[in-house]
């Protein structure tokens, strides 16, 4: 029984492991994900349109996306994304908070159900906060956004070099009803 016991745990340990591995590399080794070097979260706050994304499955189909930030007494930040999704009005309210701000100032954490985190990387940052690229530790997300509903076309053509630049494929990005 012991010697059984030995080898399910054997077992879970390299399953666990390989799961591990698989999925730290998944995607990531073909983008860069850098963040900004600074991020004043003070600036950072208030409303953001969302210019472009790439789909996924809790944003399909919402057109005039849009994130509300503010940040709170404890340092947290609300989250507030709304939009239409087939002429309704869709609200998601979620938190997000800023893990190691002297060590990775453009890495913050969001979550819109209990305790469950996903990593928001701020990748490009105006530095007059007037534009965004969001994305993640793989390249499963991204997110071009304006304090504005619109961007000026020179701004938004050198943002898509850029962001090709890092690896991402922007054909895949949806183009966002404002």
Not at 14 to 30: H, N, P, T
Not at 38 to 45: G, I, Q, S, T
Not at 53 to 71: N, P
Not at 80 to 94: A, D, F, I, T
Request: glycine content about 6%; overall charge positive; proline content about 4%.
């Amino acid at each position: 029984m012991k010697q059984l016991l030995r080898i399910l745990s054997s077992v879970l340990v390299i399953s666990c492991a390989s799961i591990s591995v698989s999925c730290m590399g998944r995607g990531s080794a073909d983008i860069d994900t850098s963040t900004v070097r600074a991020l004043d979260v003070k600036r950072f706050m208030g409303r953001w349109y969302e210019i472009a994304r790439f789909d996924h499955r809790f944003e399909r189909g919402v057109t005039h996306a849009i994130a509300d930030y503010t940040l709170l007494p404890d340092g947290k930040i609300r989250v507030v994304n709304s939009g239409l999704k087939n002429g309704k009005p869709k609200e998601s309210v979620g938190k997000a908070k800023q893990p190691n701000p002297s060590e990775y100032p453009g890495r913050l954490k969001v979550s819109f159900f209990l305790w469950f985190y996903s990593d928001y990387y701020v990748l490009e940052l105006a530095p007059d906060y007037s534009h965004a690229v969001i994305g993640s530790s793989s390249d499963d997300y991204l997110w071009i956004l304006s304090r504005t509903p619109q961007l000026p076309r020179d701004v938004l053509l050198a943002l898509l070099e850029r962001i090709e630049a890092r690896g991402y494929d922007i054909s895949k990005l949806i183009w966002v009803e404002q």
